[in-house]
């Protein structure tokens, strides 16, 4: 069994069991987090999906305390390492590495990715993670591309796609709906909303309008945790 423990906006902790990673730690400035960056001691990777604030977040003080290893993109590996990170492995778009907690591989993800003093942090990127048997689609922060058929298709089947749903800077309800037709995952999960203002959303609403397609999704509150069996 594979659980996901949600703590709030892209922020997803991922546990097999035996090993354990934590995605777009957000969590110090995040009012809807309900852990805390030092919170964690055990983890074996760090996956980042971008350089905004919002995701690439507590990455390099979790990462410093834990010796978690980071896994993003070229440029905000160095980034990280430059800050003390130093356990990193950088990976780009389209290419994947299996690792010994699972496999990690990048898609794209139509967006930006400067870091929190305007660095350029190469580009933004999806997750795909497969860990404890389970595949796991972590959209990261874009808009709707139709290439999410060659994600979900080719590169799937997968179990479960976490989407963003908050409109005004990714998908909104909408397009995340569509976005749930060309997955065609086993189970959509949304994230991406009412955090900010900008981006407030009702995750009743995603669900209600994915399920009228007959796609199954589900919302998880900030602090509870989704199993996959
Ligand atoms: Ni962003
Ligand atoms: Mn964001």
Redesign the pocket.
Known sequence: MVSLRYHGHDCWEIDDGTHRVLIDPFLAGNPKATAKPDSFTKLDAILV??G?G??LGDAAAIAKKTGAMVVSNYEIVGYLQAQGASNGHPLHIGGGWQFPFGNVKLTIAH???TGPNGEALGN?AGILLTMGGKKIYHA??TGLFLDMQLIGEAWGPLDVALLPIGDN??MGIDDAVRAAAFLKAKVCIPMHYNTFDLIKADPAEFVRKAEAKGYKAVAVAPGGTYKVD
Do not use: E, K, Q, Y
């Open positions: 999906t971008h905004h919002d995701h967006h930006g990715s933004p990261g922060d800077f990714t």
